[in-house]
């Protein structure tokens, strides 16, 4: 070999460089040489320069034969599953007749294409309705259908993983777990045991064996007692939902989890313990980076990550693998010559050994980090990869992908239909495809290589996922591509260090603890990424839901790719296109208000529309307002929040410990300025009280308790605590009754009552024993309007406007008829959040005016 060229097939020798003389790329350096134009030859290059320079044994024209009967075998196997058995076998007939058919005209090219296909679709029919027939066959369905009781033995399939809890009435929902598996064995009351193979889906209640539960890994056999219910309605994959019967006894375990199930939970385990002195962010963090454990992730880092389209991250794909193979094997497209890179080289491992020893570091890699969707696809495309550079053939990536979905769908018809799965091919497929076209195009533009790179595989894998996140999601990212590009910085370091503490926790933990601390740098970042993005006013849009919002999203992108071409062309219509882009993120209240007429100028109170739960917002100045209550959902305060344009909060109230007043304080906190937190007096419910302390300490928010009759001022608000009183807790010992009740005035505004979820024993005292109670402008109704109200409290404070915070078709009724009745007899004018959404309230006196998304009413 000589400088500039390398041994092709045949001893041929090929041109390496980008250009030859007379700016033509010369091929073929030999027998015949073939020229072509010197800036495609320069794309070439520059495309592939990631991977190591081109070479005619590693670049290629697209090879698309596998990927026609790749979607045949995808389109059949996710329409089989969800068809009776039936139907299912009509359908694979139906696609091998049609291709014998066609046997006649086998001479002709696409004869043989359509034939190739039809036996692909048979195939996946196949394949998916039996799967679907294992499923509803054997007793388990038909024990889940009378919601019966037996006897089960199953074989865990995954990792036990909380269930993320939501806010059931005033309370959060206790701790689940939730886990794949399959029954093996099953006994309904003293009838005879069956040996089945069906899968369902196990929750675990609290009980006191939870802690054991938690321990459990993949492969254990365990026999216990439990009831079945149907699955459900958009899950076909289980046949049962299962729940242990709680208060039992534990489950036996009756065979122990394979040697591959413990060596992978002793690795995850410790990558867990390396990881334990680190801050929150990257503590929760690096375990989901590195193997795809998001047991620590928050609710709220969860929602950030979602919101900014980064929770690709933690569901462990390709771009991991890929991170471990080129450590061993170098860049891919030199594995082949004699410059080829990596650990292998460097310690002279033959290059079939090189691709056996990556081929088991894949198998390794999918026994740690658990056989997600993400995770089989890389897995199958990596294998592929690695038996073409064994056998020395081209390196194709596109039908290796096509393969590996071929083979997956075959073997486990369910990922058909993954949302997960879906997304991964996807993005796959766009780097693969669209991706160098536009690094390419990028490049003659005059941008980087390397920043062209990044650049065209952010936004490739955007455009061809976001509306596929559009059907499932109901929502549009705008932040998704910088997001991506600001967190890609640190995905690499923060893997590679990961995986080394990784391997070196089972050996020394010091040195493990010590890399997690470096792997926990990079990982902070990206989380701050996603919090920063997530906290823009900007940072989603809503969007229509389903297929049809999915494929509006597909064509509103077609427009918007054709109609950039042409603004290379116009700097001021692409400059401008930044500024409303820029504009659409930042969303600054002035515009934002301009758009939609939201909020009305001059307001002074405003109820958000937060579900069943409360949250209120008293404006203190330009910017800054006092919160009461933050309600069961952080998103959706958050949302409330930003369209106030609320930056700062010098004070957030929590009247009472309830779930649905105090789960949303994440949505608060999130990129806001907020001074301090102060709390009633009776610390129950004890884990809200719990979660309300942790969540605050987390932001270096301080919490104080309210003083009874305390009295502050803050810019133009003025309020004076009337309960809880001095002395005993509250009247009944309910949380409810231990609500912090405000009497509030506004310079130059109106009065408000505020008076938490009270109840009638506590606002009959309210009248009692105290300072007078004055008649007010606006009663925030107490109890989310519910029919336990005081009617002499009602009547001596008649109010203007009555504002009631409740749930669209809540289970409790509220608000009660009675009581809403009972406010209108008295002149008060009556908005409830279930149907007029957002509130504020502007004026005073009466000018006093209630204006709502829905509705626009003045006080009487």
Same mark, same amino acid.
């Given at each position: ?28 350096? /030999? ?7 010197? /800036? ?5 290059? @520059? ?168 321990? @459990? ?306 990982? $902070? ?35 918007? @790719? ?89 004070? @957030? ?55 009874? /009759? ?16 001095? /002395? ?80 669209? $078709? ?51």
């Amino acid at each position: 070999m000589t400088d500039g060229t390398a041994e092709g097939p045949g001893g041929r020798a090929w041109d390496r460089t980008a250009e030859g003389t007379g700016g033509r790329a010369a091929r073929r350096i /030999g027998d015949r040489i073939t020229e072509r134009p010197a /800036g495609r030859a320069r794309d070439r290059a @520059l495309v592939g320069s990631r991977l190591g320079d081109p070479d005619p044994r590693q670049e290629g024209p697209a090879d698309l034969r596998l990927v026609p009967p790749a979607l045949a075998v995808w389109g059949a196997a996710a329409l089989a599953v969800g068809l009776p058995g039936v139907w299912a076998a009509v359908a694979t007939a139906g696609a091998l007749v049609s291709a014998a058919a066609l046997w006649a005209w086998r001479s002709r090219v696409w004869c043989l294409v359509a034939m190739t296909v039809l036996c692909c679709a048979a195939a996946g029919a196949a394949s998916g309705g039996l799967h679907a027939a294992d499923v509803r066959r054997g007793p388990v369905p038909e024990i889940a259908q009378r919601y019966g009781r037996a006897e089960v033995e199953v074989i865990l399939s995954t990792d036990p993983r909380p269930v993320r809890r939501k806010v059931t009435g005033d309370h959060l929902a206790p701790e689940q777990l939730m886990f794949d598996a399959d029954v093996i064995r099953v006994s309904s009351r003293a009838g005879p045991v069956t040996e089945v193979r069906t899968p369902v889906l196990v929750f675990v209640d609290p009980d006191e064996h939870l802690g054991a539960w938690r321990r @459990l890994l993949p492969s254990t056999r365990l026999r216990f007692a439990g009831r079945l219910a149907p699955p459900f309605e958009d899950d076909p994959g289980h046949a049962a939902l299962l729940w242990p019967v709680s208060k039992g006894p534990p489950p036996v375990v009756t065979g122990r989890p394979s040697w591959a199930q413990r060596t992978a939970g002793a690795l995850r385990a410790g990558l867990r313990r390396a990881t334990d002195p680190l801050p929150a962010d990257a503590r929760a963090l690096l375990p989901g980076l590195v193997v795809g454990d998001t047991s620590r992730v928050p609710p709220e880092l969860d929602a950030a990550f979602r919101a900014t389209d980064l929770a690709h991250l933690t569901a462990v794909s390709g771009g991991n693998l890929n991170v471990i193979l080129a450590l061993l094997i170098g860049p891919p497209a030199l594995a082949l010559r004699a410059e080829r890179r990596g650990l292998a080289a460097r310690l002279g491992v033959p290059l079939r050994a090189t691709a056996a020893l990556g081929g088991g570091l894949t198998v390794a890699f999918v026994v740690v980090c658990r056989p997600e969707p993400s995770v089989l696809r890389a897995a199958a495309c990596g294998l592929v990869t690695l038996l073409a550079l064994a056998t020395g053939r081209r390196r194709s990536l596109i039908p290796a992908l096509a393969a590996a979905v071929l083979g997956l769908v075959l073997y486990d018809p369910w990922l058909a239909r993954s949302y997960g799965f879906t997304l991964s091919v996807l993005a796959t497929g766009a780097l693969l495809t669209v991706g160098p076209r536009w690094c390419a195009a990028l490049v003659r533009r005059g941008v980087p290589v390397r920043l062209a790179e990044v650049l065209a595989a952010a936004g490739a894998a955007q455009a061809v996922c976001a509306p596929v996140v559009a059907v499932f999601a109901a929502r549009v990212g705008l932040v998704a591509v910088p997001c991506n590009l600001a967190a890609e910085l640190a995905v690499a370091p923060a893997t590679v260090l990961g995986f080394a503490a990784l391997a070196a926790a089972p050996v020394a933990m010091p040195a493990a603890e010590v890399l997690a601390r470096c792997a926990g740098w990079p990982a $902070g970042w990206i989380a701050g990424v996603a919090r920063a993005g997530a906290a823009l006013p900007g940072a989603e849009l809503t969007w229509p839901g389903g297929w049809p919002g999915g494929a509006l999203l597909a064509l509103v992108t077609v427009f918007v @790719l054709l109609a950039a071409r042409g603004l290379g062309r116009r700097p001021w219509t692409a400059a401008g296109c930044a500024v409303l882009l820029l504009l659409a993120l930042l969303r600054p209240p002035s515009m934002a208000r301009f758009m939609t007429g939201w909020p009305p100028p001059g307001w002074s109170y405003a109820m958000c529309d937060v579900g069943q739960g409360d949250a209120t917002v008293l404006a203190a100045g330009p910017g800054s307002a006092v919160v009461v209550d933050a309600g069961p959902d952080p998103a959706l305060v958050d949302g409330c929040l930003r369209q106030l344009g609320v930056t700062r909060v010098p004070l @957030l109230l929590l009247t009472h410990f309830h779930a649905d007043h105090v789960t949303g304080l994440p949505g608060v906190l999130r990129g806001r300025s907020v001074g301090e937190i102060e709390t009633t007096t009776f610390a129950e419910p004890a884990g809200e009280a719990a979660f309300v302390r942790r969540t605050a300490a987390a932001a270096g928010v301080p919490v104080v308790r309210v003083t009874p /009759g305390e009295r502050r001022t803050t810019g133009p608000l003025t309020w004076r605590v009337l309960w809880p009183r001095a /002395g005993p807790g509250p009247v009944t010992g309910e949380p409810n009754d231990s609500s912090v009740t405000l009497y509030v005035t506004v310079d130059h505004g109106p009065t408000l009552l505020l008076p938490g979820d009270l109840e009638p024993a506590a606002q009959r005292s309210l009248l009692r024993g105290g300072p007078p109670v004055p008649a007010v402008d606006i009663l925030k109704v107490a109890h989310h309007g519910s029919a336990y109200q005081d009617a002499r409290l009602l009547r001596v404070l008649r109010p203007r406007l009555a504002l009631i915070s409740c749930g669209k $078709g809540n289970p409790y009724g509220h608000p009660s008829p009675t009581t809403v009745g009972l406010l209108r007899a008295w002149g008060a004018v009556v908005l409830r959040t279930d149907k007029d959404g957002d509130i504020a309230v502007t004026g005073s006196g009466s000018g006093l005016r209630a204006v709502s998304r829905l509705a626009d009413r003045s006080s009487p």
